[in-house]
């Protein structure tokens, strides 16, 4: 026993001290706990997410510990399945605005002169609308799916990756090793791939888990105001607006929306861990003062 927990400690050491802060081992712990009910679902869930068998709006207690909808649907099972739909469309809209509002900063700030105007002047009218507005313009022309929303929310995301990659490349492409690698004869997007995006990759990533909130708010506000998934679909913004019916049974609303915070702040709490941990400054800050 003795050996197993100096094992675990001398792992747990190892960690870098901004990993060993309160809040970074309570969002690791939530966004994990968050993603294994994702996958174990149909495991975990008490009820047929979809399955109109127990009491209308029944309150929480023993055989639905969430309490029922208006259909006599498990609100539990229902809010465990929403992950699967929730959790990875989020993921999946960040990666794509990751991919392509990095890729067209890049470009932008790598090759400069019309390329660069016209791709900021393309992010700088996206940025002239307001975001939510936006992005339900979008999903209404579009029609109304989890799909298209999406793709609305995508439209409304991308150029802040663009702006923050262009600044980037910029302070790059200047330096030493890129313009040596160019008078080897390295083509420009070879040099952009090797030397350029590796060095610029952190401060992109601490965005994107910083945005993995903002991008469920929006794919779950366009579904409580009907323009991303359908019912009878268990999607966590879907629920909420459910409950906005039935006001007086609280829980209708309650428990999916606190499934949303929950998400929303474990991986605003990692975004911040992973900003201190990749910040030579922010690190060495907080070493100091942890001994």
Known sequence: MKRAGLFARSRVSRLPQAWRRPLAVVGTVVALAWIVVALAAPVLAPHDPLAQELPRLAPPGPGHWLGTDQLGRDILSRIMYGARVSIPLTLLLVALSVAVGGLLGACAGYFGRWVDETIMRLADLVFAFPTVILAMVVAAALGASLGNAVLAVLVVAWPAYARV???????????????????????????????????????????????????????????????????????????????????????????????????????????????????????????????
């Open 165 to 291: 990659t262009r600044g980037l490349v910029l302070g790059v492409r200047a330096r030493e090793f890129v313009l040596s690698g160019r008078l080897l004869g390295f083509s420009a997007w070879r040099s952009l791939r090797v030397d350029v995006l590796p060095n610029v990759t952190g401060p992109v990533l601490v965005l994107a888990t910083l945005d993995i909130g903002t991008a469920l708010l929006l794919l779950s506000g366009l579904s409580f105001l009907g323009l991303g998934a359908k019912p009878p679909s268990p999607e966590w913004g879907a629920m909420v607006a459910a409950g906005v019916d039935v006001f007086d049974s609280w829980w209708v609303a309650t428990f999916p929306g606190l499934a949303i915070l929950t998400v929303v702040l474990a991986f605003n709490f990692l975004g911040d861990t992973l900003r201190d941990a990749l910040d030579p400054r922010t690190a060495g800050a907080i070493k100091e003062r942890a001994l």
